[in-house]
C-alpha cells in the first residue's frame, strides 16, 4: 500500500530518531553543567531521570502526534536576565495584585512588587528538594534539571488572601542559530482552610524571534482549600512551549484550573492530578487556537484515589486554517474512590479543509459505585448558523467570529476577573484576524 515504509525504511527512521535523540541528549547535557546543575541535588536527580527515560523513541504512542524533529535538532543556549520595564509597563496586566516578574526564568526582583502580602516567596537553595512528580515525562525532567531559579510560594493555613498572585514570565528570543531555552519553576504550598488565586502569564519580549520554554507549576493543597488558577500561555508565534504541572489535593478542598493556551508554534501541555481527600472539588479546563500549522498538544492525567470526589473537565479546540490540535486525557478511579463523579469532555471546532484534530478521553475504574463518563466532538461551522446571521446583514467575518466566541463562551464567561477576561478576548480576536 501506498505511504506504508519497507521494513529496511522503518530501521534508518529508527536510527536517524535514536541518533538525533542522542545528539540532543549531550547538547542538553552541556547546558545542565553549564548551570552548575550537578551542584544542585534536585536538579542532579531529574538529570538522571532525563537520561534514564532518554528522548521518546520511534512511534512513541506518548509522542506520536506531536513531531519532535525542529525541537530536537536545535542548538540552544542560556541567556541571562536582560531590561523588561518596558515590556512590563506595556505587557503586565493591570491587576490589582502580588506581583512576580521572571526573567529567562529568573527572578526579576526590581520589576516585582516590593510586598508579597499574605505569600512567603523563596528562591530554593542548591540542597532544596521537591515533591516527586505524579505522572513524569522527559520533559518534566528536563525543566526540572534546567530551571535556575526554582521558587517555593507558601500560603499558611486559614489565610484567605486579599490579592491574587500574578505571576509574569517573560522570555527573550533571539535571530541567532542558538535558541534560547528558558525554564521556570513554581510550588506552592498551601495550607489548610485557605483560599488563593494564582496567574501564569507567559509573554515573549517580540514577535518575530524564536524562543523555547519550559514551565512547570506544582502545588499541594490543603484540606479545605479553595486554589484558583489561571494559565495565560500568549508567546509569539515561532515559540515552542512546554509544561507540565501537578495538583495534589487535600480534603474537602475546591481546585479550579483554567489553561488559555493560545500562542507558539508547538505547544505541549500536562497538567497531572491526584485528589487525595475525600469529598474533594477538582474543575480542570483549557482553551486552544492553533493556527497556520501550529500544533497544541493537550494531555490530562487524573487520579481519583478517595471516595466521594468529584471532578469536572472541558477542553475547547478551535482549529484554523491548517493548525492541529491534540488532546489526551485519562481519568483513573482506584478500588477505595467509591462514588467518585468524573466527567471529561473535549469539543473541537474545525476551521479550515486543512485543520486537524486527534483527541483520546480514556477512563480506567476499579471501583464499584462510579459515575464516570467521557466523550469528545469535532464539527465545522454550521452553515445554518451562518445563514441565520448573515441574512441579518451580518458579514461573514463577523458571523464567524461570533459563532467561535459563543464556542469559547462556556469557559472565558466563567473568568470572573474582568481584566482577564477581556485580555483572553482580545487575543482570541487578534489570533482570528490573522487567518
Known sequence: MAGLLTLNEKREKQRQIEQRNQQALKMFADLYHQRKGEDNLHSRNHWLEVEKVGFPIYRHE?????????????????LPPFDVQNIVVKQALPLDCYRIVMV????????????????????????????????????????????????????????????????????????????????????????????????????????DNRH?????????????TSFNHIKLGFENAVSQHFAHNDLVVGRDARVDSYAF????????HHTSSALKGENTELSMN???????????????????????????????TIAMDAGKAVFNGMITVTPKALKTDGQ????????GEKAQVDTKPQLEIYADDV????????GRIDDEQLFYLRSRGISLSAARKMIIHAFAAELTESLENSIIKAHVLDRINQRLSEV
Open 286 to 316: 483549557s482553551v486552544v487556537l492553533p493556527k497556520a500549522g501550529e500544533i497544541a498538544d493537550t494531555r490530562t492525567w487524573l487520579m481519583h484515589n478517595e471516595k466521594n470526589c468529584q471532578s469536572r473537565q472541558l477542553h475547547k
Open 261 to 268: 493556551l493560545l500562542g507558539s508554534k508547538l505547544t505541549r
Open 62 to 78: 506518548d509522542w506520536h502526534y506531536t513531531p519532535l524533529d525542529e525541537t530536537l535538532n536545535q542548538q540552544y543556549q542560556l
Open 371 to 378: 459515575k464516570c463518563s467521557h466523550g469528545a466532538t469535532v
Open 344 to 351: 471529561m469532555t473535549n469539543n473541537n471546532l474545525l476551521l
Open 212 to 224: 523555547f520554554t519550559g514551565a512547570r507549576l506544582t502545588a499541594n493543597i490543603g484540606d479545605n
Open 104 to 207: 529567562n526564568g529568573t527572578f526579576s526582583p526590581t520589576e516585582s512588587t516590593k510586598d508579597f502580602g499574605p505569600y512567603q516567596i523563596t528562591l530554593l537553595d542548591s540542597q532544596s528538594e521537591l515533591p516527586a512528580a505524579i505522572n513524569g515525562e522527559v520533559f518534566l525532567h528536563l525543566v526540572e534539571s534546567l530551571a535556575p531559579h526554582p521558587l517555593l510560594i507558601t500560603l499558611k493555613s486559614g489565610v484567605i488572601a486579599d490579592k491574587p498572585l500574578y505571576i509574569l514570565n517573560i522570555t527573550q528570543g533571539n535571530d541567532i542559530a542558538e535558541v534560547n531555552s528558558a525554564n521556570y519553576r513554581f510550588h506552592f504550598e498551601v495550607g489548610a482552610n485557605a483560599q488563593m488565586q494564582v496567574i501564569e502569564h507567559y509573554i515573549s519580549d517580540n514577535d
